[in-house]
T-cell receptor, first 115, second 111 residues
């Protein structure tokens, strides 16, 4: 089983719908992140959490919200999806105390299409 | 905010060396990373270098860091078709908070 699991892997939805992307990890890491990948724009940070009680906005948080339900679970919500939120979304984790400081472990991605 | 820049595309022939370049603006960058993304997959760490190092070699990979010019490069020796992927440069500052990624360089290796 993958260390970082994202569900769903693919989702097509309509403008205005509420969407939740879920992420769970078995690495025991405290830090979790949501990134968005768009062609030619690279990875951009949406939200991150350093522990269960900590939530921080990233570079592009507008239109998104997150919930850290447990150390292992971090979900991303789009309250009212719009077409320019069509993208590939990645969840990642890291362990600050690890030997490779800052190394991120990524899920396989959730491809979201908003029509 | 801090910025990381990379060229978007590189094409090489199998067996040649590939050099992917990256520039960054954060003078307090502590760790610099190269991640690889294969088609349909998430990113995986390839290698990293601490800012007090000039060079790091790991099998076919050589990372060069010019801290004065804020320039990082990744050299892949004897490039194979399996090396075709998107390569991301990333950095983190002394605060160890989050990573800033470049836009990624797509490496295409032709037989």
């Amino acid at each position: 089983d993958a260390d970082v699991t994202q569900t769903p892997r693919n989702r097509i939805t309509k403008t205005g719908k509420r969407i939740m992307l879920e992420c769970s990890q078995t690495k025991g890491h405290d830090r979790m992140y949501w990134y968005r990948q768009d062609p030619g724009l690279g990875l951009r940070l949406i939200y991150y959490s350093f522990d269960v009680k900590d939530i921080n906005k990233g570079e592009i948080s507008d239109g998104y919200s997150v919930s850290r339900q447990a150390q292992a679970k971090f979900s991303l919500s789009l309250e009212s999806a719009i077409p320019n939120q069509t993208a590939l979304y990645f969840c990642a984790t890291s362990d600050w105390t690890g030997g490779r400081n800052g190394e991120l472990f990524f899920g396989e991605g959730s491809r979201l299409t908003v029509l | 905010g801090e910025d990381v820049e990379q060229s978007l595309f590189l094409s090489v022939r199998e067996g040649d060396s590939s050099v992917i370049n990256c520039t960054y603006t954060d003078s307090s960058s502590t760790y610099l990373y190269w991640y690889k993304q294969e088609p349909g997959a998430g990113l995986q760490l390839l290698t990293y270098i601490f800012s007090n190092m000039d060079m790091k070699q790991d099998q076919r990979l050589t990372v060069l860091l010019n801290k004065k010019d804020k320039h990082l490069s990744l050299r892949i020796a004897d490039t194979q078709t399996g090396d075709s992927a998107i390569y991301f440069c990333a950095e983190t500052s002394s605060g160890y908070s989050t990573l800033t990624f470049g836009k990624g360089t797509m490496l295409l290796v032709s037989p």
